[in-house]
Structure formats: C-alpha cells, structure tokens
C-alpha cells in the first residue's frame, strides 16, 4: 500500500503522463524512471563489457603465447642435450616433467583469467562480488559447499605434482584407465587410451597410480600354440631369434627370458617371453619380438593356431603310478 500511496502522491499529473498502459498506476510508476538515463547507463555498460571482454581475450591470448613461447625454448634446450643425467635426472625425464609443468601452468593461467574476467564483469553491473561474499553468511556456505570438490582437486593435484607420482608422456593406469598422460590440470588428469579416448579424471578421485614409466618395464610375448605343436623345437627357433636379435636394440635390456608352455587367462595354451625393456619402450620392444619369432615359425613350416584354442587344463597327479591311468588324453583335432 506504500507504494501505491507514492505512485498516486507524484506530482506528475495525468495529463503530462506517458501512457505505456490502461492503467494509470502502472504509467505513474513506469513515468518515475528517468529512460534517457538508464538507456545511458545500460549503453555504457553494454560498452564497458564488451571492451573487458576484448581486453582479456587478447591477455589470454598473449598470456597462453608467452607461456607456450618460455616452455618451448625451454624444450629446445634439452633436445640439443645428449642422453645425460640432468639435475638428477635422465635427459626424458626432465622433458616429461617440462611439458607437465607447462599444462599446469597454461591451465592455472586459464582459471585465474576467467576468474577476473568474471570479477570485472560482476563490478561493471554494479554487483558487489566481494561484500556479497563476505556479507551473506548463507550465500557463502553454499559456495564453500560447492567449491569442496574443487579445492580437493587442487590439493590432490598439488600432491601428485609435488611428489613427481606423474608426468605428461607417462604410460600409466589410473582408476583401471590404460593410457598416456596428456595433461595435469588443477583439477582434473588428462589420459590418452590406445584407442584414441581422452579420459578426464577428477584429481580427487584418483586413488592408486600405476606408473610404468618409471624403471625398467618388462615385455611379455605369448606365442599361441596347439597341443600337439613341436614346444621344444619352437622354443629352440624363440632361442636362435633372441642371439640373432641380441644388441641390436638398445631399449632391450639382458637376454629375453623364456618361461615355457603356460596356461593364458583365456584357456588357450602359450609360449611365454618376458623381455626386459627400458621405460615406454615396452610396445615397440613386443611388437617387434613377436613379429621376429612369428615370422621364423613360419618359416618353420610350424602351423599355429589362428584363434584362441582352449585347452583343458590337467588335474594335478597325487602319485606318479596313477599319471598315465588318470590323466585324460587331449583329443587331435579334426583336420578339415
């Protein structure tokens, strides 16, 4: 009602009324506001925003370039170096830990830009984003609830970053997540798959980290066979393909080792190789042992299986007597 009181208490009289309306009320309150002003107002700050906006997209920009143009000088630097420890570490590692530094850097760059970008906008509306904040107790624990998960990344990623866990280019499994490290972030990891998925994980959801970057990784070759496949002579051509191999890869550590026959998780038999090779070199070093050791089988004249062939596996014999009446003999397949 005191609104109303106010709006029939203006000196303006009807007749020099604007009529917006029918009603004679909502022309006294519309007739209160100075247009031209606010068509001013909002004019200036519709500018004002725009320039802002202009304005720091070129800091974010120019910022990004600086930053990018300082990292890659940096990498240029250590690509003219030969393979040499380095502050105490090896020339890769210190490149790994480069491009790391340099996604966490471009990627702090980028919140604290669109955090005053916001800032400036907020204050040219005439919102006061600091007393707000400080003011209204229930509008702050909402924002310190929400922004939990927010802080919990930056520590958990602080932590993994302060303790070297990871870097950009690592070979790593995260959350059973397969892949290379492409980008740690403030709050989230970046993880390449060997099919082409980008996975973004959440720092604070990151629990074990599996590096297999870091030391000497072993290669495992499993050359599928048939049970009635000549094990002994095979193994004996893996054996020759090793000394004939042998120094000639300098990502392959000591000689190869052959395990023998072994049971696969998928029921099939195997010829088991473990060959030790240095960090990321693993998936060259397998595909090119396993290439050399099918090629000379085949030439061989050694057929092998071309699927996954399940065998049973044998009941282990209590007595040595019992071995020949117990154990079931395995079936030769049908030749079709």
Known sequence: MNIINIFLA??????????????????????????????????????????????????????????AHFFKNYQKKLDNKKEQTFTGNSINVTKRRNKTMYTLLENAYYYIVIFFYFYSILSIMGIPVGTLIAGAGIFSLAIGLGAQGFVSDIVSGFFILFEHQIDVGDHVIINN?????????????????????????????????????????????????????????IENIMADVNKEKAGKNPNVIGDPLIFGTVYLDDGSLAI??????????????????????LDAI???????????????????????????????????????
Do not use: H
């Open 298 to 336: 085949k030439k061989a004249g050694i057929s092998l299986p071309l699927a996954p062939l399940m065998v049973p596996e044998p009941s282990t014999p209590t007595d040595t007597s019992e071995t020949s009446e117990s154990t079931p003999s395995i079936p030769t397949p049908k030749s079709k």
């Open 10 to 67: 203006s000196n303006l009289s009807d007749s020099k009324l604007v009529k917006y309306t029918n009603n004679n009320i909502i022309n006294k309150y519309l007739n209160n506001f100075d247009w031209n002003q606010i068509l001013v107002s909002l004019t200036t700050k519709v500018f004002n925003i725009i320039l802002i906006s202009i304005l720091f997209f070129f800091i974010a920009k120019i910022g990004k370039r600086l930053i």
């Open 177 to 233: 997540i397969n892949g290379i490290v492409v980008a740690v972030g403030l709050r989230t990891t970046q993880i390449r798959s060997s099919n082409g998925t980008l996975n973004f994980i959440p720092n604070r959801s990151i629990t074990t980290i599996s590096n297999l970057s870091r030391g000497n990784i072993q290669a495992i070759v499993d050359i599928r066979i048939t049970p009635e496949a000549p094990i002994q002579k």
């Open 272 to 293: 088991e190789v473990a060959i030790t090779s240095k960090s990321s070199t693993e998936a060259a070093v397998q595909s090119e042992y396993l290439t050399a050791y």
